[in-house]
């Protein structure tokens, strides 16, 4: 069975996060005042084989743990749907 997983990439929230802050003093000075708190992470899609929906998310979460993810600084979730 192939499994798809959308998996999004998030700087913790008790670090700084000097692209959101350059983002947010931008949307600042384009007048947008009533935006704030902007946090920039990362969004990834991966196509999985696997012969059950939870040896899917195992293999995803081996890779998020393994590769995808910086656990000092990252935090991470996902969503596995059936292609």
């Known amino acids: 069975m192939k499994f798809v997983a959308e998996i999004d990439v998030m700087p913790l929230k008790a670090l700084l996060d000097p692209q959101g802050k350059a983002v947010g003093h931008g949307l600042k000075n384009m007048g947008l005042n009533e935006i704030e708190n902007v946090r920039i992470g990362?969004?990834?899609t991966l196509e999985v084989e696997a012969a059950s929906?939870?040896?899917?998310?195992?293999?995803v979460e081996i890779?998020?743990?393994k590769l995808l993810v910086n656990p000092i600084m990252e935090g991470y979730h996902f969503t596995l749907n059936e292609n």
């Not at 929906?53 to 293999?59: S, V």
Request: proline content about 0%; aromatic content about 0%.
């Open 53 to 59: 929906k939870d040896a899917a998310h195992e293999k």
């Open 63 to 65: 890779a998020c743990k």
């Open 42 to 44: 990362k969004h990834i």
